[in-house]
């Protein structure tokens, strides 16, 4: 009977083990709190603080007329490649 009683031990033994194994390497649940994602649309986009209005204008960058944002600041901002175009009046000692 102590033989008996030793294999069912070692068996017992390995279950254990293996169902260790298999807890460790189940995937653990999320902690802490994770924002959901937002599609982003056209509208949703960020505009600079200092964007009046919009223009249709030429982007020096693409080479071609683009939708642009018209600066406080006195620029222009292309929507598509966000390069900033400025604009001085005169001569600037």
Same mark, same amino acid.
């Given at each position: 009977?102590?033989?008996?009683?030793?294999?069912?031990?070692?068996?017992?033994?390995?279950?254990?083990?293996?169902? !260790?194994?298999? #807890? =460790?390497?189940? +995937?653990?649940?999320?902690?802490? &709190?994770?924002? %959901?994602?937002?599609?982003? !649309?056209?509208? #949703? =986009?960020?505009? +600079?603080?200092?964007?009046?209005? &919009?223009?249709? %204008?030429?982007?020096?960058?693409?080479?071609?007329?683009?939708?642009?944002?018209?600066?406080?600041?006195?620029?222009?901002?292309?929507?598509?490649?966000?390069?900033?175009?400025?604009?001085?009046?005169?001569?600037?000692?």
């Amino acid at each position: 009977m102590s033989q008996y009683l030793a294999a069912m031990t070692g068996a017992g033994t390995l279950v254990a083990a293996g169902v !260790t194994l298999i #807890a =460790r390497s189940w +995937p653990a649940a999320p902690t802490g &709190r994770h924002r %959901a994602t937002r599609e982003t !649309t056209e509208a #949703a =986009r960020l505009r +600079p603080v200092q964007a009046q209005d &919009r223009i249709n %204008a030429h982007c020096a960058v693409q080479d071609r007329p683009t939708l642009q944002l018209r600066l406080t600041t006195g620029g222009l901002c292309c929507t598509e490649c966000s390069h900033t175009t400025t604009i001085t009046t005169g001569d600037r000692a």
